[in-house]
């Protein structure tokens, strides 16, 4: 079945979600002027393909499931309205399973082993194949569940003592070197690819072409150690090649920390992760671990990219499946509402007691990315839901 008047055809905007606990598909179309004796809307034989026709135009859709009304003309509700909606019933034998148990792209079993990693936007090798083996880092509050997870710390042996030995602080210092405590971190480790949701750690030896600045490249240089001393947390990290921006050293792990999105390696899902992908996983995770559905996406501390933007979000549904006739294909993604806000605004939020939203830190440009992303996505539903009491409805691709 083919689209016919790109013109007027491209107006009409096509919105269906597969709600896969109730087993429906919320089906709703957006037209450029009211529903006359000329619209109609049917889903074809087959159950996949849902038709629309407006003035003698017609658009189609591929619904993110098999409908179990095939070869059926839909009511038309709204006659003299712009907006129709529909509820559809999934076929029993047909029903996708939900993406909410999907894990993020390029886990240490997900990459090949022995793969190395190469800057995704010119393809010069950072880290040569063979050259690192892949583990997975655990969650990033791993340290602070070191007190949960045991009934009783480990003793500390009165035999090896330390400054201020007695001291509830000695203790504490005791501990936090055995990896107990929040002081505890995971450094990098020569051969050793430790891998995040929307990062891979790397010692600074098993790396190549690589430029570390305060600032920008052209301030930069290869050698980490010709860089003037500047009270900081971390550098930037480029690619010496392209000069593109790859990540940071984290001077607190002694670690090459590259970021998902702009980097390729090779894995068994043969795909390349970008910011949305990433973002999602890691407010999966915030969901999991902490239960709250609420984010500030903020700026990271002390990077040299000075950013006012940080971004609100509330997450709706973390696991959809949607198909849009703006895109091509079902797409799995979070809904969620979002909001952007100033970072003095975000700080007083997480300095408040009660704040229930948990801060998830990215690089300013990516920050930016996820906005246009998010922007991009509310477009695509109907124009009667997209916002909802001062927020907006976007859909974060999983």
Not at 195 to 211: F, K, N, Q
Not at 241 to 248: D, E, I, N, Y
Not at 386 to 391: E, S, T
Request: proline fraction near 6%.
């Amino acid at each position: 079945m083919e689209d016919e008047g790109p013109t007027m055809a491209s107006e009409i905007l096509i919105y269906a979600e597969l709600l896969s606990n109730i087993r429906q598909i919320s089906l709703a179309v957006s037209l450029p002027s009211p529903v006359d004796n000329s619209t109609r809307a049917s889903v074809a034989a087959d159950g996949l393909t849902f038709a629309v026709w407006h003035h003698g135009h017609t658009r189609t859709l591929t619904l993110p499931a098999k409908a179990a009304l095939g070869a059926t003309s839909l009511p038309l509700q709204n006659r003299g309205a712009t907006t129709l909606s529909w509820r559809l019933p999934v076929s029993p034998d047909d029903l996708p399973q939900s993406p909410v148990s999907q894990g993020s792209l390029w886990s240490a079993t997900d990459l090949d082993a022995g793969s190395g990693v190469a800057c995704r936007a010119c393809g010069a090798s950072l880290v040569q194949p063979n050259a690192v083996i892949w583990k997975d880092l655990p969650s990033e509050n791993w340290a602070e569940m070191m007190e949960f997870w045991h009934c009783h710390k480990p003793a500390v042996d009165p035999n090896h003592s330390h400054p201020g030995a007695g001291s509830e602080k000695a203790d504490e210092a005791s501990l936090a070197s055995r990896g107990y405590g929040a002081s505890s971190v995971i450094s990098a480790q020569k051969g050793v690819g430790f891998v995040d949701l929307t990062t891979i750690l790397l010692a600074e030896s098993d790396c190549d072409g690589l430029t570390f600045s305060h600032s920008h490249f052209a301030q930069g240089s290869p050698n980490r150690q010709d860089l003037p001393e500047i009270q900081s947390r971390s550098l930037n990290i480029f690619c010496s090649s392209c000069r593109a921006q790859l990540g940071f050293f984290n001077f607190r792990t002694a670690a090459v920390t590259l970021l998902k999105w702009q980097i390729s390696c090779k894995s068994a899902s043969g795909i390349l992760p970008g910011i949305p992908e990433c973002l999602a996983a890691t407010l999966t995770s915030t969901i999991s671990r902490s239960g709250s559905a609420k984010s500030l996406i903020t700026p990271i501390p002390d990077s040299q990219e000075k950013s006012d933007q940080a971004i609100h979000i509330w997450v709706l549904n973390s696991g959809i499946v949607y198909s849009s006739s703006a895109i091509s294909q079902s797409t799995p993604a979070i809904k969620l509402l979002y909001k952007e806000i100033g970072r003095e605004q975000a700080d007083r939020m997480l300095e408040d007691l009660n704040c229930d939203a948990q801060e998830i830190n990215l690089p300013a440009k990516a920050i930016s990315s996820v906005l246009d992303h998010l922007d991009e996505s509310n477009m695509m539903l109907p124009s009667t839901e997209r916002a909802l009491k001062g927020w907006k409805v976007g859909l974060l691709k999983r």
